[in-house]
């Protein structure tokens, strides 16, 4: 007997294989795009938050503390800066991945630095957010 | 494999310093350097956002840091890397579309790219500063 092959697909089964189906689960990291994807959605976001809340700024440069008070602790300045603070964290948490995934090459400090890079973001971002809270709901 | 003899060595491909810097190479690890500048300079967000919320005597000491000189050179370069880094991403992600990719186009996004940093810097600093 010759080596035994792995059985012919039939052209029924080439057919219901569909592409989606050849990748879903795929990829070394078995996420796919996803990564990719939501490095371009957060983005896209970005583009908008970060215009607006330069416009904010902007406006309040040299106003006294009790104008950015007002200004901060209206509900849409609030909004915005909280959802920028969302998209903000999880961009630069995805694109600082990739810098470690590409620099850092040796398995214990590239699992370090990715741990680190989490603790960050997460820990600027709710701090912003906390924040955010103090200046609308506390005293 | 990392101490197999090489017996015949084959010409290796040239490494990045052996071309002539091209626009779209610097654009690229441009776009790095200011990703990660904008990454630690969130720091500068939080602290502001924590003076605010703080009190007015932390809030006034915090202002006259970020109004002082170097206060003020840091946030322009914070200004800077923020739109560089705004307009290298919107290139991308015109790129993601499939389109742009022919050289002329490629060069031409680049300049595009960097000349409205330069301008929407110097606009943000102008109506932050210069109107008042
Ligand atoms: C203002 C709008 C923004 C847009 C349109 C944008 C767009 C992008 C895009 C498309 C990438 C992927 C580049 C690639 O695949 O090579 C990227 C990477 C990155 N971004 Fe942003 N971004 C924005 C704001 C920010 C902000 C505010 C931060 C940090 C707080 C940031 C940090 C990063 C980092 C660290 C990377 C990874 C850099 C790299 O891999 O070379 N971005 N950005």
Redesign the interface.
């Known amino acids: 007997m010759s080596t035994r092959l792995p059985p012919t697909p039939s052209p029924t089964q080439a057919i219901l294989r569909t592409p989606l189906g050849r990748v879903r689960g795929l990829g070394s990291a078995k996420e796919g795009t996803d990564h990719f994807w939501k490095q371009?959605i957060t983005?896209?976001a970005?583009?908008m938050l970060?215009t607006a809340a330069?416009c904010i700024l902007?406006s309040l440069?040299?106003a006294d503390?009790a104008t950015?008070?007002k200004t901060?602790q209206k509900p849409a300045v609030a909004i915005l800066?909280l959802m920028l603070v969302l998209a903000?964290m999880m961009h630069?948490r995805l694109?600082?991945q990739t810098?470690i995934e590409d620099y850092v090459h040796s398995e214990g400090s590239k699992v370090v630095l990715l741990m680190l890079n989490t603790f960050f973001t997460i820990g600027?971002g709710l701090?912003?957010v906390?924040?955010?809270f103090?200046?609308s709901f506390?005293a | 494999m990392a101490d197999s003899k090489v017996v015949d060595p084959r010409p290796l491909s040239p490494h990045l310093q052996i071309y002539r810097p091209l626009i779209n190479m610097v654009m690229s690890i441009v776009h790095?350097i200011t990703?990660?500048a904008?990454?630690f300079g969130?720091?500068l967000?939080?602290w502001w956002?924590?003076a605010?919320?703080q009190g007015?005597k932390y809030?006034?000491f915090v202002s006259d840091v970020f109004g002082s000189l170097p206060g003020k050179v840091v946030l322009f370069g914070y200004t800077w890397a923020?739109m560089h880094h705004?307009f290298g991403?919107?290139r991308?992600?015109i790129w993601?579309t499939g389109r742009g990719f022919d050289l002329t186009t490629v060069d031409r996004m680049s300049w595009a790219s960097i000349v409205a940093s330069v301008l929407s810097t110097a606009l943000?600093w102008f109506?932050?500063?210069g109107l008042?």
């Open positions: 371009r983005g896209v970005n583009i970060v330069i902007v440069i040299g503390y950015v008070r901060l800066l903000g630069m694109g600082m810098v600027i701090t912003c906390f924040a955010v103090k200046l506390g | 790095r990703g990660v904008l990454y969130t720091l967000l939080a956002l924590v605010a919320a007015p809030f006034q923020l705004m991403g919107i991308h992600l993601d943000i109506a932050a500063y008042r």
